[in-house]
Every structure is written in structure tokens, then in C-alpha cells.
């Protein structure tokens, strides 16, 4: 973990709850896709753990969703403007795994981390699957991003208003490796019955400090209690309770 | 040359400065980030008789200024604490280490005492009779006198080493409390643990915390905390560790004023991890600036 001061380069809607947030500063305390930042920001107590969605040398971009207090105030931050990160928080995705054909599920706010694991994967010589999962079209984000990797996405809306009609378990492929998600709970739970094959989740919590000092973000598993912000936020399907 | 130094209960602490049980784990995060000998002590993750997984989450909350927590005494349990937490933090840690002991029942916590009691790596036991966040235990020990009073004199009956009650402020009259521990022969009070609170999602129309109330903490509570000490402090010899929102070396020259010998800093831990760390180095400078060559001087300073 590193503590550091980042500069805002870029900050710009995707649509209209989600916004792209590039920020230049030391990343070298990222160490695998999966993990994330814990930004401070000015009249809120608590730090706010975001996803990182991608980085290099100097530069991080976050992608996240307006969703309370804080990340309306960071939604609105011109570029110029600093931010004090905690970064090289939690676990991350294990790429050792995924095997030749990955599968990477996204399901609204939980797409971005699986970017970063994405560009990865592809640069490792993988050939990943990706299902993006919205509520609706005007909800999209980041399919074109996905694709200029060169990964083959799916597009599935619970409305139907784009790609496949219903959930990204509706838009799952036959075949693959090993599977990675991050989305929201009831998401994950049907993530892991639909799926046939070993996998990685990643889980979102209230956090009090996000580098396990609090104990404020602790779930049970199979194998012990894990903190979400130290042990997570990736845990490994088969060590769920579900 | 200023001297941080303060003694407390025949402990020498180098400086005032103890990060504050639950905010601090067993130190192993922040060992990671510097060098622990820098700290006056460590007051430990709070323990109890049998692991506890604690409450359901979410378990925090965010508040102005401050936040909330009802983590339920999460811990590994009093065993696994002595023989695998403290002799690791022991292993590079050379100051004094505060046991944290929590109970349900006056039973648990001599159990729990005696057994942290004769442990090489305790040099002082700090009894939470003040948790509000466990049922049936915790802070129901600290909010009555006669309560309070007797799991001081069960503990002090098992124990060589010195004891600290760590009381509640979700109290009427804390002077009432300090003296019955006092009479029952306690070394030393800390105060305050965190105050009872709650916040509610307003979509949702439920509490935030799944424990429904939580303990309120952070720079909110620090003047509410620094009057309790400052009560406790006229009403009581014994001394006080004082602690509720401490964040810069000014508020620790404050809580020192107010009558506090030491200070415990808690929720500022888990907003900057070397928070600690940076409050005891900018003392020497303001300490400096105040015209203090003697820390311990500043002890009840504005009485």
C-alpha cells in the first residue's frame, strides 16, 4: 500500500450516472487488475474505496458510478484538481488460472476492474470472453472499449433494449476456462450457479479504512473470515458459502 | 530538547501516543507502513474468551465528521491472541502493549485478564466494561457503578499487572462510574469509547447498520470527550487515558490539558494509516512553539 497525491487529467460522463476519472500520479503500488483505490475527499470522513479500471506507469483511470454524497462530488472535480489516494489495496484477480479462454462477467458499476484484467489477459496470450450486463441501452459502457482490445463481448439488457434480452447468465458462452465477475450480489450468486467452471468474484462492502485494520468489512467463508478490503475484494467461488 | 516522555502506572511511555484498540488490529498492517517503536503503546484489537466472526454487515456507517462502527468485537479469541498475535507484534514491537479485554459475563472477563495477566507480552490490561456494540456484555458492565465496580475488583483480584476500565460515555454521570472503579482498586481509566448512535437509509427506510446502532467516533465526538476526561479527571487520583477524536497534535496537547496522562487515537487510523506515526513526530515542534520542555508538565494543565 502507498499513500499519494494524484492530479485529475481527465474527467468526463460515459452516461448519465457513470463517469471516467483519469488521474496522473505514482501507481507503482498497483500490482494486479482487481484491486483499488481509497480516495479522500474533502467534508467526508471515510475514504472512498473505487475500482481501479486501468493503469501504466504514471497514470490510473477509475470508472464509477454516481451513487451517493462522495461520488457525486468526484463526478463534478475538473481536471486540475488533486486527490489524496490510499492505492494498491486488496487482492486482485489471479491471472495464473484463467487458462487459455477466460470468461470476464461484468454487470453495470462492476465492469470496470475487469478492463484492466482484460488488457492483461490479452497481453498474456489469452483469448477472454466478456459479458457486459446493463439494465438498460442508455446504460452501456466501456463495449467498445472491451472490443478494441480485442476481446469478444456480449452485450445482454434486462429490458432487451440491446444485445441479448435478460441477464448476463442469459448470455453466457459454452465455452471457457475459468471465469471472472464483479456486479452486484444477487449477480454473483447467479453467476455462480450458472457457471460450470472454477472462478474469481469480486465483492463490494463498507469499508472503514480498506487495508484491514478495521475489521469493518468482514464476510465468512469456507475457508475463515475474510476482510473484504485485505483478503478481497476477489475470493475464489469455491471458498463461498453459497 | 523536549521531553515526550510520561509515566503511566510504572510504565515509561517514550511519548503519549497509543494507537486506540480496534482501529489498530494486532499492528501487523501498519508494521507494514513503519516502524511501530515510534508509538508511546499499542492498545490491541479488543478480545474475548472464544473467537468471535461479530455483527452482520454492513457494519459502518459514515457520519459529519466522523463514522460509525458496530464490528461486534470481531477477534480470534484470548488463546489465539497470546500465544500467535502478541508474540509477532512482541517480535519487533519493544514498547509496552495494551491487552483490549472484553466479556459477556464477569466470569469471562477474570478468565480473560488472568490469562492476558500472565502473558510476558501484556504490560497493561485495559478492560472494555463500554463496548455498545454486543448484546447481553460490553458496555451493560460499564454503564452502572456497582457493575462497574465489581468487574474491577474480580479483575484487579487476578491480576499483577496494571488495570485500566475503559469506560462508557453513554452515561449520565461519568465522574460516578471513575470513582466506583477507582474504589475498586482500578490503576488507571481510559475514556471515551464510542458513543451510541445511528444513521438510516432514507430509500431503503431501515438503519444503515445492519446492527441497527453503532458506536459513534471520530472528530465529532472529541469535545464531548475531552469534558468527560476533564470530569474524570476532578473526580479521580488514578490516571486517565484519554481518547474520542483525537486527530492532530493539538488535540492531544488539549486532551493532555483536559487531564488526560496519555492518549489513545483511534478512527484517524483508518482515514490516514500513519496518522499515529505523524501526530507523534509534529509534537516535539508545537510542544516547541508552546514554550513546553517537558510534556508531562501539560497533564491537567487547564484545571
Known amino acids: 500500500m502507498n499513500r499519494a497525491v494524484f492530479t485529475i487529467e481527465s474527467n468526463a460522463s460515459l452516461t448519465e450516472a457513470v463517469f471516467r476519472m483519469t488521474l496522473c500520479g505514482d501507481t507503482s503500488a498497483i500490482t494486479a487488475p482487481g484491486q483499488f483505490v481509497n480516495i479522500a475527499l474533502a467534508a467526508n470522513y471515510l475514504r472512498r474505496p473505487i475500482s481501479v479500471c486501468d493503469w501504466e506507469p504514471g497514470r490510473l483511470t477509475i470508472v464509477c458510478k454516481v451513487v451517493g454524497r462522495g ?17 494498491g489495496l486488496g487482492n486482485g484477480y489471479d491471472m495464473a488460472p484463467s487458462g487459455e479462454r477466460p470468461l470476464l462477467i461484468g454487470g453495470g458499476v462492476g465492469v470496470p476492474p475487469l478492463y484492466g484484467l482484460c488488457k492483461r489477459l490479452i497481453a498474456a496470450g489469452r483469448h477472454p470472453a466478456v459479458v457486459l450486463g446493463f439494465n438498460t441501452a442508455s446504460e452501456i459502457f466501456y463495449e467498445d472499449e472491451f472490443r478494441d482490445l480485442g476481446a469478444d463481448v456480449t452485450v445482454a439488457t434486462a429490458d432487451g433494449s440491446c444485445g441479448v434480452k435478460g441477464f448476463v447468465t442469459d448470455a453466457l458462452p459454452e465455452a471457457y476456462t475459468h471465469f471472472y ?13 450458472a457457471t460450470l467452471t472454477s472462478g474469481q468474484l469480486s465483492f463490494e462492502q463498507r469499508m472503514g479504512c480498506g487495508f484491514g485494520a478495521c475489521m469493518g468489512c468482514t464476510c465468512e467463508t469456507l475457508t475463515g473470515h475474510k476482510r473484504i478490503c485485505k483478503d478481497g475484494p476477489v475470493l475464489r467461488k469455491e471458498e463461498l458459502l453459497w | 530538547m523536549v521531553d515526550l516522555s510520561v509515566r503511566l502506572c510504572g510504565l515509561r511511555l517514550q511519548n503519549p501516543v497509543i494507537p486506540a484498540s480496534g482501529t489498530f488490529g494486532f499492528g501487523k498492517e501498519f508494521a507494514e507502513l513503519y516502524d511501530l517503536n515510534c508509538l508511546g503503546a499499542i492498545s490491541v484489537k479488543g478480545t474475548t474468551r472464544a473467537p468471535r466472526f461479530g ?30 498475535e502478541l508474540p509477532r507484534l512482541r517480535r519487533t514491537y519493544r514498547q509496552p502493549i ?15 485478564c488472568a490469562k492476558a495477566d500472565a502473558s510476558p507480552d501484556v504490560d497493561l490490561i485495559e478492560v472494555n466494561v463500554s463496548c455498545p456494540n454486543v448484546h447481553g456484555g460490553g458496555m451493560s458492565f460499564g454503564t452502572d457503578p456497582r457493575m462497574a465496580a465489581e468487574v474491577t475488583r474480580a479483575v484487579k483480584a487476578v491480576c499483577k499487572k496494571p488495570v485500566c476500565i475503559k469506560l462508557s460515555p453513554n452515561v449520565t454521570d461519568i465522574a460516578a462510574i471513575a470513582r466506583a472503579c477507582e474504589e475498586a482498586g482500578a490503576d488507571a481509566l481510559s475514556l471515551i469509547n464510542t458513543l451510541l448512535a445511528m444513521r438510516i437509509d432514507i430509500r431503503r427506510r431501515r438503519p444503515l447498520l445492519a446492527n441497527r446502532t453503532g458506536g459513534l467516533s471520530g472528530p465529532a465526538v472529541f469535545p464531548v470527550a475531552l469534558r468527560m476526561v476533564w470530569d474524570v479527571y476532578e473526580a479521580v487520583k488514578i490516571p486517565i487515558i484519554g481518547m474520542g477524536g483525537v486527530s ?41 512553539s508552546l514554550g513546553v520542555t517537558k510534556l508531562k508538565e501539560l497533564i491537567g494543565g487547564a484545571h
Open chain 2, 248 to 288: 492532530s497534535a493539538e488535540d492531544v496537547v488539549e486532551m493532555l490539558l483536559s487531564g488526560a496522562t496519555a492518549v489513545q487515537i483511534g478512527a484517524a487510523n483508518l482515514q490516514n494509516p500513519w496518522a499515529c506515526k505523524e501526530i507523534a513526530e509534529a509534537l516535539p515542534a508545537l510542544l516547541e
Open chain 1, 181 to 193: 465477475a464483479c456486479g452486484p450480489e444477487p449477480m454473483l450468486r447467479a453467476v455462480c450457479k
Open chain 2, 55 to 84: 455483527n452482520p454487515s454492513p457494519r459502518i456507517a459514515e457520519t459529519p465528521a466522523g463514522m460509525l462502527n458496530a464490528v461486534g468485537l470481531q477477534n480470534p479469541g484470548i488463546d489465539a491472541v497470546l500465544s500467535e
Open chain 2, 98 to 112: 495494551i491487552a483490549n479485554i472484553s466479556g459477556f459475563s464477569l466470569d469471562e472477563y477474570v478468565e480473560c
Open chain 1, 71 to 87: 461520488t457525486a462530488q468526484m463526478s463534478r472535480m475538473a481536471p486540475g484538481a488533486t486527490l489524496d489516494l490510499l492505492l
